[in-house]
C-alpha cells in the first residue's frame, strides 16, 4: 500500500497538443456538434504532430453527446482503450475530465488520451433558457415553480450571500468581468474581440438577475476544443512545449449538493475541500501561480473560487479584485487571459484550459510574465467541481 | 391563509409532482392539505430538506415526515429581471428568496417573496408562510411563498 500523497499526477502525463475550431455565437455553428468535435480533435492532434489514429482514450464531461467509441470509429483510430465521462453538469468537470483522462494514463489503461467540449446549442437548444417542461421533480421542483429556472437564478443567492457575509462590493464582480473582455480585445479567437467593456458599459448594463449584471453572466456559444494527453516520457516526441499536469482535483465539501440550497456551507464556489487537495498534489501554492483562468459561469462565482485557492480572504476581495491587478502582463495576478467564458467562447470551460496550456508555452495573445505554474478553476458552485494546475519543465 | 384566485408568477412555469418514486409526495400532498411537512429522523432527531430515503446523519431508512410552522427566516435573496421562461416575457422583476426555518434546525427552502417586487430585501427579515393554491391546474398543486412580518 501506499500514501495518497505518494499516488499522484504530477508530472506524470504531459499536454501536446491543443486545437479547437472557430468559436461562434449560440446557434450560429454551420456545423453539427460531433463535426466540431472532430474538427477540435483533428486539430489538437496537427498541433502535436500527431497521428490521429494513435488516440486511443476518449475524455469529457457534463454529458457531452460526442460519444466516445462513435469518435474513435469515426477517426479510425486502431483502439479503444479509455473512454471516461465525468459526472455532473456545467464546467464542473472541465479539469475534472482531463484529471480522469490522466488518471487512465498513469494507471497503464491507456497511453494518448483525447479530452475535449462540444457544444451546439443551435442543434440542441440552450441553458440559459427552460421551455417545454410541463412538470418537474426532484431539485428542481423546489426551485422552478419560483422562477429559479436557469443557471443565473441558481446561483444568485449564493454569491448575495455571500457578498453580505464578507462585505463584497459590486466593484469586484466588475473588475473580474472588465478584465476578461480586455484580454479579448487582444484575442482573435474571441466571440468579442472588437467588443470592448467599460466601466460605465458595466453600469449602465441590465440586471439579469441582482446582483448579476448581464456582464457578470457567461455568453453561450458553439464550437468544440480539444486537448491531446501523454505520458510525460513520450513529451519529448513531440514539437510543441510541453505542459506538464502538476496536479488535479475535483469533488465537493460535505453535503454540497445537499437538495434545494441546504448546503450546510451555502456561501462556497464549492473548493473548501477540493483546492487544498490540488495544492497538496502539485507541491505548489497560491504565491506560486503566476497567472488563473478561473470559470466565470457567474463572476460572482470567480470571486468566491480565488477566494478559496488562498490568493485572499473574502474580506481583502474589494481590494484585490480591480482591473489592474487582474491583467496582464502588469497585473498581480492575471484573470482569464484569453477572455474566458465571458468575452472568448462558453466551451464550458475547456477555453480555459487550452489557454492555461498557452500560458505555460509562452504562447498566450495576452501573455502573463510569470507562467510557469498555471491554474486552472472549473465551474464554481457546482458538484462536482474540479480544478488543475499544469506546469513547464522547470516546475518538475 | 391561501387563496386560490392570487399567484405570485404567471401560469405556465412548470409544475412540481413527487418523483416516479415517490420521495417527496408526502411534502407536495401536505402544501395541497395547507401544511408544510419535512422530514425528521425518527432515531436521531435530525431535520432534513428536501427529502431523502435516509437520515443524512445516522442512516436510518424512510425518515419521518413532521409539520413545522411556516415561519423563518430571509438567508440570502435575488431579484429575476430577465425572463428565462416564455412564461415571464412582459411580467418584470420578482423576488425568490431562501428562507431557513430556525425551529427546524436551519433547514432551507425556496419560495417568492410576495408584495412589491422592488422592494428593499433585508437578510436576516423575519418571514411567515402563505400556501398558494393551484386547484384548477393539472395536476394540482400547491406552493409556498412568503411574506414580511
Request: hydrophobic share 40%.
Amino acid at each position: 500500500m501506499t500514501g495518497r500523497d505518494e499516488r499522484t499526477l504530477r508530472g506524470r502525463v504531459a499536454v501536446i497538443g491543443i486545437g479547437e475550431t472557430e468559436y461562434y455565437r449560440h446557434g450560429a455553428s454551420p456545423d453539427p456538434e460531433f463535426k466540431l468535435a472532430l474538427k477540435a480533435i483533428l486539430a489538437a492532434c496537427e498541433d502535436a504532430g500527431l497521428d490521429p489514429r494513435e488516440i486511443d482514450g476518449f475524455a469529457s464531461y457534463s454529458d457531452d453527446r460526442s460519444e466516445a467509441s462513435r469518435l474513435a470509429a469515426a477517426l479510425g483510430t486502431h483502439r479503444l482503450r479509455s473512454a471516461t465521462m465525468q459526472w455532473g453538469g456545467g464546467g464542473g468537470g472541465c479539469c475534472a475530465a482531463v484529471a480522469n483522462a490522466a488518471a487512465a494514463i498513469v494507471a497503464g489503461l491507456a497511453d494518448c488520451v483525447v479530452v475535449f467540449r462540444s457544444l451546439a446549442q443551435g442543434q440542441y437548444g440552450r441553458f440559459g433558457q427552460a421551455g417545454g417542461i410541463h412538470t418537474v421533480s426532484g431539485e428542481r421542483s423546489y426551485l422552478m415553480p419560483y422562477g429559479v429556472l436557469a443557471p443565473p437564478q441558481r446561483f444568485a443567492m449564493r454569491v448575495q450571500r455571500y457578498m453580505h457575509e464578507h462585505g463584497v462590493r459590486q466593484e469586484a464582480l466588475r473588475a473580474i468581468a472588465l478584465a476578461s473582455y480586455h484580454h479579448a480585445q487582444a484575442n482573435p479567437r474571441a466571440v468579442m474581440q472588437g467588443k470592448p467593456l467599460d466601466v460605465e458599459k458595466y453600469d449602465a448594463s441590465r440586471w439579469i438577475v441582482e446582483p448579476f449584471h448581464l456582464y457578470d453572466c457567461c455568453m453561450e456559444n458553439d464550437g468544440a476544443a480539444a486537448l491531446v494527453l501523454v505520458s510525460a516520457e513520450r513529451a519529448a516526441e513531440f514539437r510543441r512545449k510541453p505542459a506538464y499536469l502538476l496536479g488535479a482535483a475535483f469533488g465537493s465539501g460535505h453535503r454540497a449538493a445537499a437538495t434545494a440550497h441546504n448546503a450546510p456551507l451555502y456561501a462556497t464556489a464549492s473548493f473548501d475541500t477540493v483546492a487544498p487537495d490540488l495544492y497538496r498534489m502539485a507541491g505548489v501554492g497560491p504565491s506560486d501561480v503566476g497567472v488563473v483562468q478561473a470559470y466565470e459561469n457567474f463572476t460572482g462565482g470567480v470571486v468566491m473560487a480565488l477566494a478559496e485557492h488562498g490568493f485572499f480572504k473574502p474580506e481583502e476581495a474589494n481590494d484585490f479584485l480591480t482591473f489592474e491587478n487582474l491583467i496582464a502582463p502588469s497585473g498581480r495576478l492575471p484573470l482569464n487571459t484569453s477572455g474566458g467564458n465571458l468575452a472568448e467562447c462558453y466551451m464550458h470551460g475547456f477555453e480555459l484550459v487550452l489557454e492555461a496550456v498557452r500560458q505555460v508555452r509562452g504562447t498566450s495573445t495576452s501573455q502573463a510574465p510569470r507562467s510557469d505554474v498555471a491554474l486552472v478553476i472549473g465551474g464554481p458552485m457546482v458538484s462536482p467541481a474540479s480544478n488543475l494546475i499544469l506546469g513547464s519543465e522547470a516546475t518538475l | 391563509m391561501s387563496n386560490p384566485s392570487t399567484r405570485y408568477l404567471p401560469a405556465g412555469l412548470p409544475i412540481p409532482v413527487a418523483e416516479p418514486d415517490g420521495l417527496s409526495a408526502p411534502y407536495w400532498e401536505g402544501l395541497r392539505q395547507g401544511k408544510l411537512l419535512v422530514q425528521r429522523c425518527g432515531r436521531c432527531n435530525t431535520w432534513q430538506f428536501g427529502p431523502e430515503w435516509l437520515c443524512h446523519r445516522c442512516h436510518a431508512f424512510d425518515p419521518a415526515w413532521i409539520e413545522v410552522e411556516p415561519r423563518g427566516r430571509i438567508y440570502s435573496w435575488e431579484r429575476a429581471w430577465h425572463p428565462s421562461h416564455a412564461a415571464l416575457r412582459g411580467h418584470g422583476p420578482y423576488i425568490a428568496v431562501l428562507v431557513e426555518l430556525p425551529h427546524a434546525d436551519g433547514i432551507r427552502m425556496v419560495g417568492n417573496l410576495l408584495g412589491d417586487p422592488e422592494q428593499t430585501v433585508a437578510i436576516g427579515a423575519d418571514v411567515e408562510g402563505v400556501f398558494e393554491h393551484h386547484p384548477e391546474q393539472d395536476p394540482t398543486y400547491s406552493l409556498l411563498q412568503w411574506r414580511r412580518l
